[in-house]
């Protein structure tokens, strides 16, 4: 029988590239796939492959959603809260699979990683485990990234620089990041075309321009355009953002360390669209080869590729816009550092809305397809 799969939040950024993908892996033709909506039911469905999914059914009807065998919801955090602890206090029986972040940390709940944590799924769905989440972004394409030598205990500690995206902070602070590269060129564009102005004159006329009230912060706060911003989500008591704290916690709950493995470091939002990079200080179990490290790296999943360390290699396939779309994970400056022997430098590049949201959530389904 046809497993009853209920959809929320398919029309927001990640459920858009998750529904995308289902079509494309064609997942969706042996479920019985129902659309619903927090504000527009009632509605039609989407129209796919020239098969009508209906009417949209409502986000909050208990009833229906009771009748359903799995709830995959993009609807972020509020919807979450609102109807988890609503249907699990009803004894629902389905399977819940979530891109918040919300549940991430209970013990009944997995963070899934197929590629990492397959066994560790597996054995969860075996012991009546219903709830699976998708990691945090940064920590699921560093996992994916470094995986081999995760799998092969070779990690004593990592510290971290990331670069992330507009994207992981919502689709509102895409176009805001473009309407501030807008805003910017606008103001010397004829500057631009003018080869005895002075770019010293240019730079002033921009940093000017940022600073009116009209230059468009309302998402980000500050200007990311020409800058950078070297805090993500809320702060906790030790210093440390949130971003940065979940970087150990979730990596570990992923992993199921008995020994936790150290990490921390400074997450940072750049002016890129939809790619995350970070910026690996590996302290290693041992010195091994920089041949064995790359060939660890590379043999871990099908979607790890190696960049060569060397200048053209790296400033041509090293960078965020070409993974962007892709399932691609890249590492790449792989080399020893000079403070020893066991001490590793590794930058990796991901699309944050792929493996860093999306694919693990398609991927589980597809699990939870064949196994339930
Ligand atoms: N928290 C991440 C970010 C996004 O702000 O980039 C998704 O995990």
């Not at 197929?114 to 996992?143: A, E, H, Q, R, W």
């Not at 020994?259 to 091994?288: A, E, M």
């Amino acid at each position: 029988m046809k497993k009853n799969v209920g959809f929320i939040g398919w029309r927001g950024m990640v459920g858009s590239v998750l529904l995308k993908r289902m079509i494309e892996e064609n997942d969706i033709t042996d479920i019985n796939l129902i659309f619903f909506s927090t504000s527009n039911f009632g509605n039609q469905a989407p129209t796919i492959n020239n098969i009508s999914y209906g009417i949209l059914k409502n986000a909050y009807d208990i009833d229906l959603l009771m009748n359903l065998d799995i709830i995959i919801t993009c609807q972020g955090s509020k919807y979450t809260n609102d109807i988890y602890f609503k249907l699990k206090k009803l004894d629902w029986k389905g399977y819940w699979i979530d891109a918040s972040s919300v549940l991430r940390m209970k013990s009944d709940v997995i963070i899934v990683l197929d590629p990492v944590n397959y066994n560790i799924i597996i054995d969860s769905i075996n012991k009546g485990i219903k709830t699976f989440v998708g990691g945090n972004c940064t920590v699921s394409l560093m996992l994916m990234a470094l995986g081999g030598l995760f799998q092969k205990n070779l990690i004593e500690w990592i510290s971290v620089s990331t670069y992330q995206a507009a994207s992981g902070s919502g689709s509102g602070h895409m176009v805001e990041l473009l309407s501030q590269m807008g805003v910017l060129y606008n103001s010397v564009s004829t500057d631009l075309k003018n080869p005895f102005c002075s770019v010293l004159d240019m730079e002033r006329t921009v940093a000017n321009i940022i600073k009116t009230d009209h230059f468009p912060v309302s998402k980000f706060s500050v200007p990311l355009a020409t800058s950078l911003i070297p805090w993500i989500d809320i702060s906790m008591s030790n210093g440390q953002t949130k971003e940065e704290w979940k970087g150990e916690v979730e990596t570990n709950k992923i992993l199921g360390s008995k020994k936790i493995i150290p990490i921390d470091g400074i997450c940072v939002r750049i002016g890129s669209l939809r790619c995350h990079s970070q910026s690996f200080t590996i302290k290693l179990k041992k010195n091994i080869s920089i041949i064995d490290v790359k060939t660890i790296l590379k043999n871990h999943n099908t979607w790890v590729s190696v960049v060569e360390n060397n200048y053209e290699d790296t400033i041509n396939n090293l960078n965020p816009l070409k993974v962007s779309g892709t399932l691609n994970i890249l590492v790449g400056r792989i080399k020893k550092m000079t403070i020893g022997n066991d001490y590793l430098s590794v930058f990796s590049v991901g699309d944050q809305l792929l493996w860093g949201a999306a694919e693990p959530l398609r991927r589980i389904l597809l699990i939870l397809k064949k196994t339930i």
